[in-house]
């Protein structure tokens, strides 16, 4: 793939960016370092967890848990394509990423992140139909749909990052290494760096953004409108109860998540500096992955019975294995 414009091939063109420094301080980089890597392995334990009891647990082979266990994988990969080069760039704030590694950077992380979006609508549609079609939910989450499902959200997500990424770094960058005022090679940022009209690049982020986070969240607030009014028919407190129970943490992540997202692509670009995106992006980048698990762990009862269980497991088996 050619990743520079052919009308700029007599100016000086980079093939390779610097990210902007949180701290040139090596005390602050050290400190930086350890707190971002101690994030990094919690999220990666905490979601590994979250798969392991989902796939040893049988009381935890249903459509809901097997949606939440690819979401944990999903956060684990997302995390991976940023945080290791994210680590190194603070520690040698010199360090460069040549412009392929970026494009690769920003078509895996884009695409993990719309995947991660539209998993967040399919969880909710099984929310809905588990909820407001409770006699006919067997039927209609087959392990082939979810399956399906799952494929289907990877699949579109690759399709529109493999129309965004090319068109971005078609674009020519000039200079000797630009510098990317973010700790990850995000489309915004980079596209700040072009020395050349970005608008009909503007429009198609825009497109692109919209497909992947405002009609998700449309249709997951279109399918809690209806499992609110189904619960608000549901007779018994503790039924009412235990309904609202299996929603909120899921609603409580699709806030986090779509809420950051969207004042970071959706925002109007005179109204959004990259400071702001830098910020916002840590708290998709580490609080959301990390929260997940805390969240989907700490408030969902069969969760935490299966991971008492498989500790019990693991406590009774490492005596008698010595």
């Given amino acids: 793939m050619n990743l520079i414009h052919p009308n700029y091939s007599n100016r000086s063109i980079a093939n390779e960016f610097i990210f902007q420094a949180f701290s040139t301080i090596p005390e602050v980089q050290h400190l930086l370092f350890t707190v971002f890597l101690l994030l990094y392995l919690t999220i990666i334990c905490g979601n590994v967890s979250i798969i392991w009891v989902v ?49 690769l950077q920003m078509f895996c992380f884009t695409t993990l992140g719309g995947t991660d979006c539209f998993m967040l609508a399919v969880m909710a549609y099984d929310r809905y139909v588990a909820i407001c079609h409770p006699l006919r939910y067997i039927l209609i989450m087959t392990w082939k749909m979810c399956v399906r499902l799952v494929v289907g959200s990877l699949v579109l997500s690759l399709v529109l990052c493999l129309e965004l990424t090319p068109i971005i770094f078609t674009l020519p960058f000039c200079g000797h290494q630009p510098r ?30 919209f497909t992947v986070i405002a009609i998700p969240f449309l249709l997951i607030s279109i399918s809690y409108i209806y499992i609110v009014a189904a619960i608000l028919r549901i007779r018994s407190t503790s039924g009412r109860h ?21 004042l970071v692509y959706l925002r109007p670009k005179s109204s959004s500096s990259d400071e702001e995106d830098r910020q916002l992006a840590l708290i998709y980048t580490f609080i959301t992955p990390l929260l997940n698990p805390l969240i989907y762990s700490l408030r969902n009862k069969d969760v935490k019975q299966a991971l008492k269980k498989a500790m019990r497991r693991t406590a009774v088996s490492q005596p008698n294995e010595v």
């Fill in 55 to 103: 796939c040893t647990d049988q009381s935890l082979h249903t459509p809901m848990y097997f949606f939440l266990g690819n979401l944990s994988f999903l956060e684990i990969c997302y995390t991976t394509v940023i945080v290791p080069q994210m680590l190194a760039s603070v520690l040698d704030v010199h360090r460069t990423i040549p412009i392929i590694n970026c494009a």
């Fill in 180 to 209: 990317i005022n973010h700790f990850m090679c995000d489309v915004p940022p980079v596209l700040r760096l072009a020395c050349a009209d970005t608008h009909i690049h503007q429009t198609v982020l825009y497109c692109v953004c």
């Fill in 242 to 262: 235990q309904a609202f129970s299996t929603c909120s943490s899921h609603l409580m992540v699709v806030i986090l998540q779509y809420g950051c997202c969207s």
